[in-house]
Each structure stands twice: as structure tokens, then as C-alpha cells.
């Protein structure tokens, strides 16, 4: 045999031997915790539809329960269950929610994000301050936030359903109404130190009939954290709990696509 064909063969048998023993590349597999950060004035018992979805799909899920008394303690709650994690998660903030995970979400379990009609500052910014420059129906109605002589913050309960949540049943609205969480009004001013969409991928939910936050609004934060933008129609500030379908396969949909 010329020498030629010798080596030829003998370096096509080194290839082989090579890509045989080389593993395979493995598709990366879906995320499966995933952390879900409720905004002001309620708790965490409304992302319950999202969570039974979720649950019901193979994921775990947590649910921080935001005391709202200053902005550090909501990082800080936030933060605490993140810190109990053993895998990557996907960290989801809903109104308030998202600025709590705009500064909790540089945590290095967090794979991803997804704000849910939610604020997306800037470092050195805050959630108010962008949201004067699109004013929402809330900004312009009228006596619609309540301050106690504490500082603390609730919507006037006979406005609650028409504002945040004109798309729930009666009954669960005006419960919900009832049982506000009220909130430190410095949670809305404090300023960013750091702002997670920045180094992190994110996917996001406008809701095109939200009156708490404008829905300009949402949309300038998102496009500028360059997230994936779902616009969900004919559905307010409630959304998280009135459409859970459609938010579950948004969160999904950043489960699958985030890599750790």
C-alpha cells in the first residue's frame, strides 16, 4: 500500500478513535425552580393559579412572601429564599415585584427573569420616577392611595377593584380589597444599586389594560432591558391571577431558554 494511503488511513482511524471518545453534546434541560415575588398591597396567595400550573407541570416552586416594609427588607426576604436554592431558578416579579427582582435578581441562582406587568428601573432610579413620565389611571385619580400617618400605603378599597383588579370575580376582589398588605411608601423611591436585566436574560408580560402601571410604561422598561415581550390584551393589573394560563407559558417559556 503507498505510504500516502498508510496515513491517510491511519489519521482518519485517530479521528474516529477521538469523536468516539469525546461525549456528546447534551441539549440543555429545562430549569425547573422557579422563585415568583409578588408586588404591593397584596401577598403571595395570588400567584396561586400560576403555581398550581407550574406544580402541576414538573416545576418547584416558591413563593416569597415581601413584608413591604422598606425596600432592603423585600430584597432581603427575597434573597433569603433564593439563598435555600440547590439549582439555577427563574425569578418572577409581578408590579413592585419586579423591582424587588431588578436588585434581588443578580443572585447567582438566578438564571433569568420575568416581569409580570412590573417595574424594570435603572441603577441610581426608581419604580415612581419613570412611571411620572407615563402617569397610569391610579396617578391620576384622586385620593386612589391612601398614606396612614406611619407612612404606609394602601389603595382606598372602594377603588381596588376597578384599578387593580377589574378582571377577578367580584368576591375575590373585594377580599383581596380587604386583606391589602399595606406598603412603606419608601418602597417606591428607593433607587436602584444594581439592576439584574442588565447581565441577565428576561422575558416579560405587558398588560395592555393595566391602569396601576401604564402600559407605556411597562413596555419603555422592557424593550430597554431588551426582554421578550408578551402583550397580553383586554386584561388589567391582575393579570398574574385573572390569566395564569398565559403567564405560566411565558415563565415556562424562559425556563426552557434560560442556560444556567
Same mark, same amino acid.
Given at each position: ?181 399595606? @406598603?412603606? /411608601?419608601?418602597?417606591?423611591?428607593? %433607587?436602584? +444599586?444594581?439592576?439584574? &436585566?442588565? !447581565?441577565?436574560?428576561?422575558?416579560? $408580560?405587558? @398588560?395592555? /389594560?393595566?391602569?396601576?402601571?401604564? %402600559?407605556? +410604561?411597562?413596555?419603555? &422598561?422592557? !424593550?430597554?432591558?431588551?426582554?421578550? $415581550? ?31
Amino acid at each position: 500500500m503507498p505510504r500516502a494511503a498508510i496515513l491517510r488511513r491511519r489519521w482518519s482511524l485517530v479521528v474516529l478513535s477521538c469523536l468516539a471518545a469525546a461525549p456528546m453534546p447534551r441539549a440543555t434541560a429545562p430549569l425547573t425552580c422557579v422563585v415568583l415575588v409578588h408586588g404591593a398591597w397584596v401577598d403571595g396567595s395570588g400567584w396561586k393559579p400560576v403555581s398550581d400550573i407550574l406544580t402541576k407541570n414538573g416545576y418547584d416552586v416558591h413563593i416569597v412572601q415581601i413584608p413591604e416594609t422598606s425596600f432592603h427588607d423585600d430584597v432581603a426576604a427575597t434573597t433569603r429564599v433564593l439563598d435555600l436554592q440547590t439549582r439555577p431558578c427563574i425569578l418572577v416579579g409581578h408590579s413592585y415585584g419586579g423591582s424587588v427582582i431588578t436588585e434581588a435578581g443578580v443572585h447567582p441562582r438566578v438564571a433569568g427573569l420575568v416581569y409580570v406587568a412590573a417595574a424594570a428601573p435603572s441603577v441610581g432610579h426608581f419604580e415612581v420616577e419613570d412611571e411620572d413620565r407615563h402617569p397610569s389611571v391610579l396617578a391620576m385619580t384622586k385620593g386612589a392611595v391612601v398614606t396612614t400617618p406611619d407612612g404606609f400605603t394602601f389603595l382606598e378599597p372602594s377603588l381596588f377593584s376597578t384599578l387593580f383588579a377589574p378582571d377577578l370575580p367580584p368576591d375575590r376582589a373585594a377580599f383581596a380589597a380587604r386583606s391589602q398588605v399595606l @406598603a412603606s /411608601a419608601k418602597v417606591f423611591r428607593t %433607587p436602584m +444599586t444594581v439592576a439584574a &436585566w442588565q !447581565t441577565k436574560p428576561s422575558w416579560a $408580560i405587558v @398588560a395592555a /389594560a393595566d391602569k396601576i402601571i401604564n %402600559p407605556d +410604561t411597562e413596555r419603555m &422598561w422592557y !424593550t430597554r432591558a431588551r426582554s421578550r $415581550i408578551t402583550t397580553i390584551p383586554g386584561v388589567g393589573h391582575d393579570v398574574y391571577e385573572a390569566r395564569p394560563r398565559e403567564v405560566a407559558a411565558v415563565i415556562e417559556d424562559a425556563a426552557r431558554h434560560a442556560v444556567p
